[in-house]
């Protein structure tokens, strides 16, 4: 079974593929395009995610080698994305951080992934409203259903061109939500 979703929140992903796993679907594929592949299955798993930043090859191979030493297997993982999908049968021992202090890693690591993904939109909108602008000056000067076609016809464009803002305040959620996490944890 295949199914495309798209998540700007690591944890809300986290969440829904738990949800499969808890519904009988094992993951078995995951692309960085939002396709995720499942197949049934009579056992229990648990899927976790984290962020690492780029890693050499030879990190890489020291980061897989840790959780696969407490039975975790891993799934997908991008350098571009920096997102690793880390699953395995449900044994009570299912968390990958161990600690307080690799949890809030884990929290700072999201903030700053949340941070740059934004700032880059940010600049992105800059770049793209510099040139053109979201005022379509001939619309509004159309009457009766000629308009209502027009603005049917310009709203995607609209809404293409405000994607970039809209990612800025996504991200900038999810960044304060983080946040919120390691500050918990902080002050613990």
Known sequence: ?????????VEKEEKW????????????????SGFYTFEKTDRNYVMRLDYQDRLSKHKLEEYKATY?????????GS?????RYWQKEDDGQNEIFSDRESTGSY????MTYSFWLGAMCLVFSFLLYSDSGLYH???WSMNGSLFWKALLFE?????LKLLPL???VLFSISYYKSYQKYSVLKEQ
Request: net charge positive.
């Open 1 to 9: 079974m295949k199914k495309f979703k798209f998540f700007f929140d």
């Open 155 to 159: 709203t995607p464009f609209v809404l």
């Open 137 to 139: 000056e001939g619309l």
């Open 68 to 76: 696969e030493d407490f039975g975790w297997s891993y799934m997908n």
């Open 107 to 110: 929290y700072k690591r999201l």
């Open 166 to 168: 809209i990612l800025v």
């Open 17 to 32: 593929l738990n949800e499969q796993l808890q519904k009988g679907y094992r993951c078995t594929n995951i692309s960085s």
């Open 79 to 83: 350098w571009m994305s920096g997102i």
